[in-house]
């Protein structure tokens, strides 16, 4: 795909790798809306960046759909959809005070694998629409999983559940888009310095990547959308899940 000139929606896209993905599409000549929680700072990053900004919940799904909907609108297409939006909680399938609440974890699926799958449906459904390039592309779906999909560690058994899903889904996600010209693809980060892992001690940040091969530290945010780039001028990076890791492997805990 031929970056410029192109439309991109980046939900999550007020902070972190996401934020970083935004900046490298536009350097690139991408049009760029960030979609992102209405107590984001994605309406100041977007003034920042002479960008519109879209304030939605991805849990509600109906109200995301609009956001995207209009966004794409606006942008007038869409080709590029990246998605970072989640979160984890720390509970293991029986603790101390019992099983693992059910609710919660619906919870946590509900907020990475339902939410990347309605982001994703509704993206397709807007990039069919548009004209193919010379290569019969439309578009392309990057969702955001995470090596916990592969070995979660203690209590991430909700976490480990929906960014394996996340995983999951998209080779079939590829082979259903695929007569319309719309690959889809995830990536998996290890820890990277974003939110509230950006503050982690330096020696506590060194424990938690020892085991990795290289580099031993924790990935930055450009490196994650350099990824995101990559996957989006490459046509044939389609239905994978590539793991952002820097080789390591997450112990139990």
């Known amino acids: 795909m031929e970056l410029n000139g192109k439309r991109a929606i980046v939900v999550g896209g007020a902070s972190g790798m996401a934020l970083a993905s935004v900046e490298l599409l536009i350097r690139n000549g991408v049009k760029v809306a960030i979609l992102d929680l ?39 297409g869409l080709h590029i959809v990246v998605n970072t939006a989640g979160g984890g909680i720390a509970r293991r399938t029986l603790g101390k005070d019992g099983p693992h609440p059910i609710e919660e974890f619906q919870q946590v699926v509900n907020l990475n694998l339902v939410s990347s799958f309605n982001v994703a449906r509704i993206a397709a459904d807007i990039m069919s629409k548009g004209e193919p390039d010379e290569g019969g592309e439309r578009g392309v ?23 394996a899903g996340i995983a999951g889904m998209t080779l079939t996600m590829a082979r259903d888009l695929g007569n319309v010209g719309i690959r889809a693809m995830s990536i998996a980060p290890s820890l990277f310095s974003t939110g509230i892992t950006a ?54 805990k």
């Open 38 to 76: 209405p107590t984001s700072r994605g309406a100041e990053e977007a003034a920042r960046l002479g960008i519109r900004f879209y304030p939605c919940n991805v849990m509600d799904f109906a109200g995301t759909e609009g956001a995207i909907r209009n966004a794409a609108t606006a942008l007038g």
């Open 199 to 252: 503050g982690i001690p330096p020696e506590m940040a060194a424990v938690l990547t020892k085991d990795a091969a290289f580099p031993k530290r924790m990935g930055l945010p450009n490196e994650y959308a350099l990824l995101v780039k990559g996957i989006a001028e490459n046509p044939m990076l389609n239905g994978s899940c590539i793991r952002l890791d820097a080789g390591v492997r997450f112990s139990p």
């Open 141 to 163: 779906i990057i969702s955001t999983a995470s090596i916990a999909a592969f070995e979660g560690q203690i209590g991430q058994v909700a976490y480990s559940a929906a960014k």
